[in-house]
């Protein structure tokens, strides 16, 4: 376990930029201290660590919530889009740019996006299904 002095300088040269000769005098004045400074030292440099994790996992989690979001928006135009939506209909609804969502329609139409599961089979039962001679037929599942 690191002592007091070492857990102090880790902490400077984490959070704080010094030159050689500004650590060099504090890691001399830190160990000049009386013990109970020492103490009171580290108890606020635990406090600030403990402070930036708390904050740093709040963060991750926004973040996170925040790209659900927006991959649930997309996610939602790809399956509008396969549903004959026009690009202006979906961005009023999702929210996405019209230059988004007309990248997703090329890329779907061109092949490049995997279809949605319903589209890929043919559509879901009793949904017309185009056969070999380019007619529709029903598919009974």
Same mark, same amino acid.
């Given at each position: 376990m690191?002592?007091? %002095?070492e +857990? $102090?300088?880790g902490f400077?040269?984490?959070?704080? =930029?010094?030159? &050689?000769e500004?650590?060099q005098?504090l *890691?001399?004045?830190v160990?000049?201290? /009386?013990t109970? /400074?020492k103490e *009171? %030292?580290?108890e606020?440099i635990i406090s600030?660590?403990q402070k930036g994790? @708390?904050?740093? *996992?709040?963060?991750?989690? /926004?973040? #996170?919530r925040?790209?659900g979001a927006e991959q649930? +928006? *997309?996610d @939602?135009?790809?399956r509008?889009?396969m =549903?004959?939506? &026009?690009?202006?209909? @979906?961005h009023?609804?999702?929210? $996405? !740019?019209v230059? /988004?969502i007309?990248?997703?329609?090329r890329?779907q139409v061109?092949?490049n996006e !995997? !279809?949605?599961?319903?589209? +890929?089979? #043919?559509?879901a =039962?009793?949904q017309?299904?185009?056969s070999?001679?380019?007619? $529709?037929r029903l @598919? !009974? %599942?």
């Open positions: 690191l002592d007091g %002095v +857990k $102090l300088m400077f040269e984490t959070y704080v =930029k010094l030159s &050689d500004e650590e005098q *890691r001399s004045e160990e000049q201290m /009386e109970k /400074e *009171r %030292v580290l606020l600030y660590e994790k @708390i904050e740093g *996992r709040e963060e991750g989690r /926004e973040e #996170g925040k790209e649930e +928006k *997309r @939602i135009a790809k509008m889009l =549903k004959g939506f &026009d690009a202006q209909t @979906i009023e609804l999702t929210g $996405l !740019p230059a /988004e007309g990248e997703m329609r890329l061109n092949g !995997p !279809p949605h599961a319903a589209h +890929k089979t #043919g559509g =039962k009793g017309p299904r185009p070999a001679s380019g007619s $529709l @598919i !009974p %599942v």
